[in-house]
């Protein structure tokens, strides 16, 4: 093993020398320092091997012949092998990357570099005070320096603040040293904290707290780092790396060292400190226009909830390996994305976030870019996503809840600006323009991204035991984009190929509900995949993306612990997320979409951390012993919200008819018929731990659900009868649907779970058939507003057959499958008791014939318009699973028992059955049922108006389209006589009070709200660096009455 | 010994009084310097132990009574360290001034301040 001095040795032997090496060739110079960091990164990175991989303790070296406190000694430990290991591989690849500056400036900066990352490994290794001193000065100094290289105005004065303000801390920072010498007469900080009681006298507190807050100064806590925010704005990339990444990791780690001197019960305060930074920076970034100033927001901010992290870890007392595994988690994440965006900043080398479009039409850069703010967001697998779910769990076990609430509010508001930052520059119309890519530039990004990858690969397989598993979605995202440049076509059979192998795959696993819910997933998207080959070239990106959505709907399940739940649950989010944003106007959708998902994660996440078990999905349930106590109120309201969202339940569907109507249209049909079910399913995962639980209340949540299955019901379908736009109206009929559901659900019976599953199924048929019938003709006549439609029957008989079953089925008219459905649906209410909600659903169906009706007569009948002389029918790939569909739902109608019996079998084990069978015909207590009967019924019926039709027909004459007197006029445009917009006027004045856009004023207030909270707040950053140097020295004395100084 | 600790915060204070209210970026970073030597002079202050001498050894001080007769030698020790590092900055500090005045001709911090929010 290499001693660690020779680190020091390497750096400064050198360094001295550079003046002569130079004089041989700037090359030879360059090369000199490439080799220096190379050789260190090499020296940490197998101290860390050993650290990791064999049972090496920590060492110490002493130096100067003599033991400490005599002289001063140097720790390597596995922390330190770490954080060297990041400081000198990312100096290493930044020095690439600065590689043509260097070329071009005198000897100096490449001394000075050396000399910056030197002082950051003094830092992290040093056990001395006052060497630690002197190695922040180092660093400092030669970092003043380097913001001065390319030198211009701005970088000047953002220096020249930086310098007062840090100068300013580390006058502090001795003036804590001398006085924590003079108490305890040593420097050695492990002897000072095994001294440490002396914090308790005034002079020894006051000297740690200034001691401390230099250092947390130095790591920029808002609101005193006006300062850093200027540096990180105006300095060149490549060096404003090194800042925002090594040299905080420097600063953090004395930090960390020193957090043991703060006795226990301020440690809250300094958590506080962290998170009024997270919380704060995030919250002003979201004015942020400047690319770098918002990324030094974020940088800011990720620093602040490390300190929260890594002080409340300490507060309780969580077991060191796992605190050093959240701590490191979350600086990894921030330390490798925010190094790979400010490098790709160096290369868009523009300020406003908008200009970043040019991204779009460098798609590896825009998928390392896409991952790196992942990574940011905690977006699985990438580390950040396993340091929340642990760092959440032990909050909630320690039940400090608001702690909870903070970081994951922060959080979504740092998702917030990221996303809306992705989505503008997929979504941007900006033309495209030369964008230099240098190798020296794009090396280092990609092996940044490499290493990110491979550590979240790392994560879930060797610390969290993952089998292949819960991580096949991934490995199916993977495979389909190595196949990323096959024809459309052929990847969609590949889709299939995949999503057949691993339902056979899972199939053992499956039994009872997660079989229907594995029909509707995995069958559903197996055949709606056949409507995806009519798209055109290669498509590129959305077969990888759909198949990650699917094999993650089917992770769900067969998760066996909360953590591959929510782990597939995330998967699956961000996935469809994606999915979305392929839109071509799905850039607001999109960020709606995921802030509300995001949003019902975080929810999730909380409500699985209060949670007694660990085990909370289908497959885990069956495992665990019945208890009262497994999931107590606070969690089962956070889970049941956040399945909420996803279904779309009133007040929490503004997200819904966006990304619907905006996501690519045959992404739409995946979406409303098999995406929106996973609500569905974790809230049934739910229920049936209510069951088991025997929960206090249990029948006030499930009567609240109810309503507001039902009120999602009623509104839902209102609003959808005053769409203009086919897919609006499809979106909000989808969320009247799965109200429904939710309200069988919540009836808790066997007859309301049978019928909320049958509903479940039938609306993947009927919805998938109608959406894929509406992308045909979407695709045919260019628009989605109906109005301009019209008169299609002709044109596309077959799209109008299906849509024609598909609203059938919907309505619930017999004979079709939709009327069985409603006939289980009221009996299940009836028997409930729940007579209101009976009739406001009987009402709301009433209203959900007013949006089929008009579905079917502006499109299909009426006048065609003259643009589409010429429309054609639908392509034949989207006319094979409508057809699919359609046998499925003429089997289901004609012979019900094929589903409601195995679906009454699988709910038999939880709740009594009140159904019984004779034949084919379904008894309740309220009635019965034949689904035989009832189609020789109508169809007999409809045979007879047939006939009579047939009989008569010879009376009729052909007309032609304007052949036709209207109101004593003759039309002569077909608008005259197809009035198809806004089409309920009579209606709208009837009910419109009802679809006040409330819930839209409500989250668009809040949005508002946080807005100009955000553009008030950042005014405090005035500019002055003088301000600035005021603002440290109140955020000394302010904090120090805080906690308690005297 | 009291009254060198004093004057050392005395100095703290004066050099940080300057350092929030002149306007010259010289007259920031000739408080900066003010503070700087206050602090130098507390650290000096404390390892100061009254009627002793320098911790030189010579003639009258030989390794064997050292201990009785000189000041505690670290922060002696640490205030030449600390005198050089507040040199380097406060070097580096001026030369901004400078280059920041060559390019706006100005000196008042108040004119470079278009970098905020």
Same mark, same amino acid.
């Given at each position: 093993m290499?001693?660690?001095?020779?680190?020091?040795?390497l750096?400064?032997?050198?360094?001295?020398l550079?003046?002569?090496?130079?004089?041989?060739?700037?090359?030879?110079?360059?090369?000199?320092?490439?080799?220096?960091?190379?050789?260190?990164?090499?020296?940490?990175?197998?101290?860390?091997?050993?650290?990791?991989?064999?049972?090496?303790?920590?060492?110490?070296?002493?130096?100067?012949?003599?033991?400490?406190?005599?002289?001063?000694?140097?720790?390597?430990g596995?922390?330190?092998?770490? *954080?060297?290991?990041a400081?000198?591989?990312?100096?290493?690849?930044?020095?690439?990357?600065?590689?043509k500056?260097?070329?071009?400036?005198?000897?100096?900066?490449?001394?000075?570099?050396?000399?910056?990352?030197?002082?950051?490994?003094?830092?992290?290794?040093t056990?001395d005070?006052?060497?630690?001193?002197?190695?922040?000065?180092?660093?400092?100094?030669?970092?003043?320096?380097?913001?001065?290289?390319?030198?211009?105005?701005?970088?000047?004065?953002?220096?020249?603040?930086?310098?007062?303000?840090?100068?300013?801390?580390?006058?502090?920072?001795?003036?804590?040293?001398?006085?924590?010498?003079?108490?305890?007469?040593?420097?050695?900080?492990?002897?000072?904290?095994t001294?440490?009681?002396?914090?308790?006298t005034?002079?020894?507190?006051?000297?740690?707290?200034?001691l401390?807050?230099?250092?947390?100064?130095?790591?920029?806590?808002?609101?005193?780092?006006?300062?850093?925010?200027?540096?990180?704005?105006?300095?060149?990339?490549?060096?404003?790396?090194i800042?925002?990444?090594?040299?905080?990791?420097?600063?953090?780690?004395?930090?960390?060292?020193?957090?043991?001197?703060?006795?226990?019960?301020?440690?809250?305060?300094?958590?506080?400190?962290?998170?009024?930074?997270?919380?704060?920076?995030?919250?002003?970034?979201?004015?942020?226009?400047?690319?770098?100033?918002?990324?030094?927001?974020?940088?800011?901010?990720?620093?602040?909830?490390?300190?929260?992290?890594?002080?409340?870890?300490?507060?309780?007392?969580?077991?060191?390996?796992?605190?050093?595994?959240?701590?490191?988690?979350?600086?990894?994440?921030?330390?490798i994305?925010?190094?790979?965006?400010?490098?790709?900043?160096?290369?868009?080398?523009?300020?406003?976030?908008?200009?970043?479009?040019?991204?779009?039409?460098?798609?590896?850069?825009?998928?390392?870019?896409?991952?790196?703010?992942?990574?940011?967001?905690g977006?699985?697998?990438?580390?950040?996503?396993?340091?929340?779910?642990?760092?959440?769990?032990?909050?909630?076990?320690?039940?400090?809840?608001?702690?909870?609430?903070?970081?994951?509010?922060?959080?979504?508001?740092?998702?917030f600006y990221?996303?809306?930052?992705?989505?503008?520059? &997929?979504?941007?119309?900006?033309?495209?323009?030369?964008?230099?890519?240098?190798?020296?530039?794009?090396?280092?990004?990609?092996?940044?991204?490499?290493l990110?990858?491979?550590?979240?690969?790392?994560?879930?397989?060797?610390?969290?035991?993952?089998?292949?598993?819960?991580?096949?979605?991934?490995?199916?995202?993977?495979?389909?984009?190595?196949? $990323?440049?096959?024809?459309?076509?052929?990847?969609a059979?590949?889709?299939m190929?995949?999503?057949?192998?691993?339902?056979?795959?899972?199939?053992?696993?499956?039994s009872?509900?997660?079989?229907?819910?594995?029909?509707?997933?995995?069958?559903?998207?197996?055949?709606?995949?056949?409507?995806?080959?009519?798209?055109?070239?290669? $498509?590129?990106?959305?077969?990888?993306?759909?198949?990650?959505?699917?094999?993650?709907?089917?992770?769900l399940l067969?998760?066996?612990?909360?953590?591959?739940?929510?782990?597939?649950w995330?998967?699956?989010?961000?996935?469809?997320?994606?999915?979305?944003?392929?839109?071509?106007?799905?850039?607001?959708?999109?960020?709606?979409?995921?802030?509300?998902?995001?949003?019902?994660?975080?929810?999730?996440?909380?409500g699985?951390?209060?949670?007694?078990?660990?085990?909370?999905?289908?497959?885990?349930?069956?495992?665990?012993?019945?208890?009262?106590?497994?999931?107590?109120?606070?969690?089962?309201i956070?889970?049941?919200?956040?399945?909420?969202?996803? &279904?779309?339940?009133?007040?929490?569907?503004?997200?819904?008819?966006?990304?619907?109507?905006?996501?690519?249209? $045959?992404?739409?049909?995946?979406?409303s018929?098999?995406?929106s079910?996973?609500?569905?399913?974790?809230?049934?995962?739910?229920?049936?731990?209510?069951?088991?639980?025997?929960?206090?209340?249990?029948?006030?949540?499930?009567?609240?659900?109810?309503?507001?299955?039902?009120?999602?019901?009623?509104?839902?379908?209102?609003?959808?009868?005053?769409?203009?736009?086919?897919?609006?109206?499809?979106?909000?009929?989808?969320?009247?649907?799965?109200?429904?559901?939710?309200?069988?659900?919540?009836?808790?019976?066997?007859?309301?779970?049978v019928?909320?599953?049958?509903?479940?199924?039938?609306h993947?048929?009927?919805?998938?058939?109608?959406?894929?019938?509406v992308a045909?003709?979407?695709?045919?006549?260019?628009?989605?507003?109906?109005?301009?439609?019209?008169?299609?029957?002709?044109?596309?008989?077959?799209?109008?057959?299906?849509?024609?079953?598909?609203?059938?089925?919907?309505?619930?008219?017999?004979?079709?499958?939709?009327?069985?459905?409603?006939?289980l649906?009221y009996?299940?209410?009836?028997?409930?008791?729940?007579?209101?909600?009976?009739?406001?659903?009987?009402?709301?169906?009433?209203?959900?014939?007013?949006?089929?009706?008009?579905?079917?007569?502006?499109?299909?009948?009426?006048?065609?318009?003259?643009?589409h002389?010429?429309?054609?029918?639908?392509?034949?790939?989207?006319?094979?699973?409508?057809?699919?569909?359609?046998?499925?739902?003429?089997?289901?109608?004609m012979?019900?028992?094929?589903?409601?019996?195995?679906?009454?079998?699988?709910?038999?084990?939880?709740?009594?059955?009140?159904?019984?069978?004779q034949?084919?015909?379904?008894?309740s207590?309220?009635?019965?049922?034949?689904?035989?009967?009832?189609?020789?019924?109508?169809?007999?019926?409809?045979?007879?108006?047939?006939?009579?039709?047939?009989?008569?027909?010879?009376?009729?004459?052909?007309?032609?389209?304007?052949? *036709?007197?209207?109101?004593?006029?003759?039309?002569?445009?077909?608008?005259?006589?197809?009035?198809?917009?806004?089409?309920?006027?009579?209606?709208?004045?009837?009910?419109?009070t009802?679809?006040?856009?409330?819930?839209?004023?409500?989250?668009?207030?809040?949005?508002?709200w946080?807005?100009?909270?955000?553009?008030?707040?950042?005014?405090?950053?005035?500019?002055?660096?003088?301000?600035?140097?005021?603002?440290?020295?109140?955020?000394?004395?302010?904090?120090?009455?805080?906690?308690?100084?005297? | 010994?009291r009254?060198?600790?004093?004057?050392?915060?005395? #100095?703290f204070?004066?050099?940080?009084?300057?350092? #929030?209210?002149?306007?010259?970026?010289?007259?920031?970073?000739?408080?900066?310097?003010?503070?700087?030597?206050?602090?130098?002079?507390?650290?000096?202050?404390?390892?100061?132990?009254?009627?002793?001498?320098?911790?030189?050894?010579?003639?009258?001080?030989?390794?064997?009574?050292?201990?009785?007769?000189?000041?505690?030698?670290?922060?002696?020790?640490?205030?030449?360290?600390?005198?050089?590092?507040?040199?380097?900055?406060?070097?580096?500090?001026?030369?901004?001034?400078?280059?920041?005045?060559?390019?706006?001709?100005? #000196?008042?911090?108040?004119?470079?301040?278009? #970098?905020?929010?």
């Open positions: 290499v001693n660690p001095i020779m680190i020091f040795i750096f400064l032997g050198t360094a001295f550079f003046a002569l090496f130079d004089k041989i060739h700037r090359k030879f110079s360059f090369a000199i320092l490439q080799l220096v960091l190379l050789i260190n990164t090499f020296i940490a990175g197998q101290w860390l091997y050993k650290f990791v991989f064999t049972s090496q303790t920590p060492v110490m070296i002493f130096t100067a012949g003599f033991k400490p406190p005599f002289s001063i000694n140097l720790r390597m596995l922390e330190e092998a770490f *954080i060297l290991f400081v000198n591989f990312v100096g290493l690849l930044s020095a690439l990357y600065l590689s500056s260097f070329k071009h400036s005198k000897v100096y900066p490449l001394v000075l570099y050396l000399m910056m990352i030197m002082g950051v490994n003094g830092i992290v290794m056990r005070l006052f060497n630690l001193f002197v190695f922040l000065e180092i660093s400092s100094i030669s970092t003043y320096a380097l913001i001065a290289l390319k030198e211009n105005e701005q970088r000047l004065a953002s220096g020249f603040k930086y310098m007062i303000a840090s100068g300013l801390a580390s006058v502090f920072f001795l003036l804590g040293t001398i006085f924590i010498y003079h108490i305890t007469g040593t420097l050695n900080i492990d002897q000072i904290i001294h440490k009681s002396f914090v308790i005034s002079l020894g507190f006051l000297s740690v707290f200034t401390m807050m230099s250092l947390i100064i130095e790591l920029k806590p808002f609101p005193a780092n006006g300062w850093a925010l200027d540096v990180y704005q105006t300095t060149t990339s490549g060096v404003v790396s800042i925002a990444v090594a040299n905080s990791a420097g600063v953090f780690y004395a930090f960390y060292k020193l957090l043991p001197l703060i006795p226990h019960n301020q440690l809250l305060f300094i958590a506080g400190i962290g998170i009024v930074s997270f919380l704060f920076s995030n919250l002003i970034a979201i004015k942020q226009t400047d690319s770098r100033r918002l990324l030094g927001y974020s940088s800011i901010a990720q620093i602040g909830l490390l300190i929260t992290v890594t002080a409340l870890t300490r507060y309780l007392h969580v077991k060191s390996s796992t605190s050093l595994f959240i701590i490191s988690s979350i600086f990894l994440s921030n330390f994305a925010k190094a790979g965006l400010f490098w790709i900043a160096g290369i868009i080398k523009k300020t406003h976030i908008k200009e970043w479009a040019i991204l779009r039409f460098k798609p590896g850069l825009l998928i390392i870019f896409g991952v790196f703010i992942f990574a940011l967001v977006i699985p697998p990438f580390p950040n996503f396993w340091a929340k779910w642990d760092l959440i769990r032990f909050l909630a076990l320690s039940k400090l809840h608001i702690w909870i609430i903070l970081i994951l509010l922060g959080s979504l508001l740092e998702a990221l996303f809306r930052w992705f989505g503008s520059i &997929v979504r941007s119309e900006q033309n495209e323009e030369q964008l230099l890519q240098p190798a020296y530039k794009t090396v280092p990004i990609i092996i940044f991204f490499l990110l990858i491979i550590i979240s690969i790392g994560i879930p397989i060797h610390i969290y035991q993952f089998d292949i598993l819960p991580l096949l979605p991934i490995v199916g995202l993977l495979i389909l984009s190595i196949f $990323d440049f096959l024809p459309s076509k052929l990847k059979i590949i889709s190929i995949i999503i057949a192998g691993y339902t056979l795959y899972i199939y053992p696993v499956l009872g509900v997660s079989l229907v819910f594995a029909f509707i997933f995995l069958a559903g998207s197996f055949i709606q995949l056949i409507a995806t080959m009519s798209r055109k070239g290669t $498509d590129k990106g959305f077969f990888p993306l759909l198949v990650g959505m699917i094999l993650s709907m089917g992770s067969v998760a066996r612990s909360s953590l591959e739940f929510f782990f597939a995330e998967l699956m989010t961000i996935t469809a997320y994606m999915l979305v944003l392929r839109g071509r106007k799905a850039e607001k959708p999109a960020l709606l979409f995921i802030l509300f998902s995001l949003a019902g994660a975080y929810l999730l996440l909380s699985l951390s209060y949670a007694h078990v660990i085990n909370f999905s289908l497959v885990g349930l069956g495992t665990i012993p019945i208890s009262a106590h497994m999931l107590p109120i606070t969690a089962f956070l889970i049941v919200v956040a399945f909420l969202i996803k &279904v779309g339940a009133v007040g929490f569907h503004i997200w819904l008819p966006g990304s619907y109507a905006e996501a690519e249209d $045959d992404t739409t049909s995946f979406m018929s098999i995406l079910k996973t609500g569905i399913f974790g809230m049934l995962i739910l229920l049936l731990f209510l069951l088991k639980m025997n929960m206090h209340h249990s029948a006030l949540f499930t009567s609240m659900l109810g309503w507001i299955g039902i009120f999602t019901v009623f509104f839902g379908s209102l609003m959808a009868i005053f769409q203009e736009d086919v897919k609006y109206l499809l979106a909000y009929s989808s969320m009247g649907q799965l109200g429904y559901i939710v309200l069988c659900m919540a009836a808790m019976s066997h007859l309301g779970w019928s909320g599953l049958y509903l479940a199924v039938n993947l048929f009927f919805k998938a058939m109608i959406l894929l019938a045909g003709v979407i695709s045919r006549v260019g628009t989605r507003n109906m109005y301009e439609m019209g008169g299609l029957i002709k044109k596309m008989p077959y799209s109008f057959i299906s849509v024609l079953i598909g609203i059938i089925a919907l309505s619930g008219v017999p004979p079709l499958s939709g009327f069985g459905a409603k006939w649906i009996t299940a209410l009836l028997e409930k008791g729940w007579y209101f909600r009976a009739g406001l659903s009987f009402f709301a169906s009433a209203i959900a014939f007013l949006y089929l009706f008009r579905l079917i007569h502006t499109i299909f009948l009426g006048q065609p318009k003259p643009q002389q010429n429309v054609k029918e639908a392509s034949p790939f989207f006319l094979i699973p409508q057809f699919l569909f359609i046998f499925a739902i003429m089997a289901i109608s012979f019900p028992n094929l589903i409601i019996k195995p679906l009454s079998t699988f709910i038999n084990p939880y709740f009594a059955s009140t159904i019984q069978w034949g084919n015909t379904l008894y207590s309220l009635g019965y049922w034949n689904g035989n009967l009832v189609m020789y019924v109508t169809m007999g019926v409809f045979m007879l108006l047939l006939i009579w039709l047939i009989i008569s027909i010879g009376r009729v004459q052909k007309v032609k389209q304007f052949n *036709i007197v209207f109101a004593a006029e003759r039309p002569f445009k077909p608008t005259t006589t197809h009035f198809a917009h806004n089409f309920y006027a009579h209606y709208k004045r009837a009910l419109g009802f679809v006040r856009p409330v819930t839209t004023g409500f989250w668009n207030g809040v949005g508002e946080i807005s100009s909270a955000a553009g008030s707040i950042r005014q405090i950053y005035s500019g002055n660096g003088q301000t600035y140097v005021l603002y440290i020295l109140l955020y000394f004395i302010v904090l120090y009455f805080i906690m308690g100084g005297k | 010994m009254y060198t600790l004093i004057l050392g915060f005395i #100095l204070m004066i050099g940080l009084w300057a350092m #929030l209210t002149r306007k010259n970026l010289f007259k920031i970073v000739i408080g900066f310097s003010i503070i700087d030597t206050g602090v130098h002079l507390i650290i000096v202050t404390i390892g100061y132990l009254s009627g002793k001498t320098a911790p030189i050894l010579d003639k009258l001080v030989t390794p064997a009574n050292a201990v009785q007769k000189v000041v505690d030698p670290i922060p002696s020790a640490l205030v030449l360290t600390a005198i050089v590092i507040g040199l380097a900055v406060t070097a580096l500090m001026l030369s901004y001034v400078v280059r920041l005045y060559k390019r706006r001709k100005s #000196l008042s911090i108040e004119d470079y301040r278009e #970098l905020k929010w």
